[in-house]
């Protein structure tokens, strides 16, 4: 069974690609860039093929005898869809590692397709989603009754210019929440708060991410905040964006941003080793029984490419359902624990 990383180059696919062939995979490298996805393809020893996802017909010809693909190429509000649809036509699984709140929705939506197709859709494969997920769905499943979710966030580090790409799409815009079912904006008494990690307290910020999504779809809980530690460069940006306001969604602003930001280096080795992941959450019931739980992991990209990896290698061994879902949905709860440094603190 053969599988792809497209996006190979950028820094979480090269980090997927050098994780990948430690582990004897031999993953077929893709993107837009020839040049640098020959140089890539020479380092690891492994096959390469160019094609841009603007490109419909390029993109079906670089799927043949792809069972999998792991999306590595964001942002994926603009790289999604394409991607997704190609896997549709032609019967290959997808996975990716978006955070963004509408690319889970649109990517979940298509259930019916996938399943139609014999295909698992698989978005969020990475950090922070696949821990967060799990970690929301051990607390449903320990307090079946609860009617809000709050999950934080902190990750150690540094970041990728991809992620900080993504972050610039939500400069100027309000967080945001699921609220009685319905994903609007955070409530003025709800946009930070104290929270208690397994390295110690946190003040946390509420931020539109991945969760508001994927965990109502994988708890059914109906209220759900995601917050967040921000790292300095983020909050840096972030404080900028809220003096600015509607201002930072301008497109020119967004395009040099985004320019700015494609020149950060991305977290070193020795920046990653030391800077942890962690994942706080809690779940209260009507009657305002409370429970909480932490999860500890490596550094967030780390962490990353263990998760697509795994999970690569069990798509291309049929052992995930045909369907769009979330990890919790697709492999459990506990799948977190199966991480390399991965552990729960509180709950079961």
Same mark, same amino acid.
């Given at each position: 069974?053969?599988?792809?990383?497209?996006? *190979?180059?950028?820094?979480?696919?090269?980090?997927?690609?050098?994780?990948?062939?430690?582990?004897?995979?031999?993953?077929?490298?893709?993107?837009?860039?020839?040049?640098?996805?020959?140089?890539?393809?020479?380092?690891?020893?492994?096959?390469?093929?160019?094609?841009?996802?603007?490109?419909?017909?390029?993109?079906?010809?670089?799927?043949?005898?792809?069972?999998?693909?792991?999306?590595?190429?964001?942002?994926?509000?603009?790289?999604?869809?394409?991607?997704?649809?190609?896997?549709?036509?032609?019967?290959?699984?997808?996975?990716?590692?978006?955070?963004?709140?509408?690319?889970?929705?649109?990517?979940?939506?298509?259930? *019916?397709?996938?399943?139609?197709?014999?295909?698992?859709?698989?978005?969020?494969?990475?950090?922070?989603?696949?821990?967060?997920?799990?970690?929301? *769905?051990?607390?449903?499943?320990?307090?079946?009754?609860?009617?809000?979710? %709050?999950?934080?966030?902190?990750?150690? #580090?540094?970041?990728?210019?991809?992620?900080?790409?993504?972050?610039? %799409?939500?400069?100027?815009?309000?967080?945001?929440?699921?609220?009685?079912?319905?994903?609007?904006?955070?409530?003025?008494?709800?946009?930070?708060?104290?929270?208690?990690?397994?390295?110690?307290?946190?003040?946390?910020?509420?931020?539109?991410?991945?969760?508001?999504?994927?965990?109502?779809?994988?708890?059914?809980?109906?209220?759900?905040?995601?917050?967040?530690?921000?790292?300095?460069?983020?909050?840096?940006?972030? #404080?900028?964006?809220?003096?600015?306001?509607?201002?930072?969604?301008?497109?020119?602003?967004?395009?040099?941003?985004?320019?700015?930001?494609?020149?950060?280096?991305?977290?070193?080795?020795?920046?990653?080793?030391?800077? *942890?992941?962690?994942?706080?959450? @809690?779940?209260?019931?009507?009657?305002?029984?409370?429970? @909480?739980?932490?999860?500890?992991?490596?550094?967030?990209?780390?962490?990353?490419?263990?998760?697509?990896?795994?999970?690569?290698?069990?798509?291309?061994? #049929?052992?995930?359902?045909?369907?769009?879902?979330?990890?919790? @949905?697709?492999?459990?709860?506990?799948?977190?624990?199966?991480?390399?440094?991965? %552990?729960?603190?509180?709950?079961?």
């Amino acid at each position: 069974m053969t599988w792809m990383i497209y996006g *190979a180059y950028g820094y979480t696919g090269r980090l997927v690609a050098a994780l990948a062939t430690e582990r004897g995979e031999l993953p077929v490298l893709a993107g837009r860039d020839e040049r640098r996805l020959r140089d890539l393809g020479e380092l690891f020893e492994l096959e390469h093929r160019t094609f841009d996802l603007s490109d419909t017909t390029a993109t079906r010809r670089g799927l043949e005898g792809i069972d999998a693909v792991a999306h590595c190429a964001g942002p994926f509000s603009a790289t999604s869809k394409p991607m997704v649809d190609a896997c549709l036509d032609s019967s290959t699984h997808y996975l990716d590692i978006t955070g963004e709140i509408d690319v889970f929705e649109a990517v979940l939506a298509r259930g *019916a397709e996938a399943k139609e197709a014999g295909i698992s859709l698989l978005p969020g494969s990475g950090f922070d989603v696949v821990p967060s997920d799990c970690l929301a *769905a051990m607390l449903a499943r320990a307090l079946p009754e609860a009617v809000r979710l %709050e999950l934080a966030i902190k990750m150690g #580090g540094g970041v990728s210019p991809g992620t900080a790409k993504t972050a610039m %799409e939500g400069l100027g815009t309000p967080g945001r929440a699921r609220i009685g079912g319905v994903i609007g904006p955070v409530p003025a008494d709800r946009r930070r708060r104290k929270v208690t990690f397994a390295d110690g307290p946190a003040t946390v910020f509420a931020i539109a991410w991945g969760d508001v999504s994927t965990a109502y779809h994988s708890t059914g809980i109906g209220d759900i905040i995601v917050y967040a530690a921000l790292p300095a460069v983020v909050a840096a940006i972030t #404080g900028a964006a809220q003096m600015a306001g509607p201002a930072a969604r301008n497109s020119l602003v967004q395009g040099t941003l985004k320019r700015l930001v494609s020149r950060l280096p991305g977290p070193s080795a020795n920046a990653r080793a030391g800077g *942890a992941g962690q994942l706080w959450g @809690q779940v209260t019931d009507r009657n305002g029984k409370r429970l @909480q739980a932490t999860v500890t992991t490596l550094n967030g990209y780390d962490l990353t490419a263990d998760s697509v990896v795994r999970i690569a290698q069990l798509l291309c061994a #049929g052992k995930v359902e045909p369907g769009a879902l979330t990890p919790s @949905q697709a492999f459990g709860a506990d799948f977190v624990r199966e991480l390399d440094g991965s %552990e729960v603190h509180g709950i079961g």
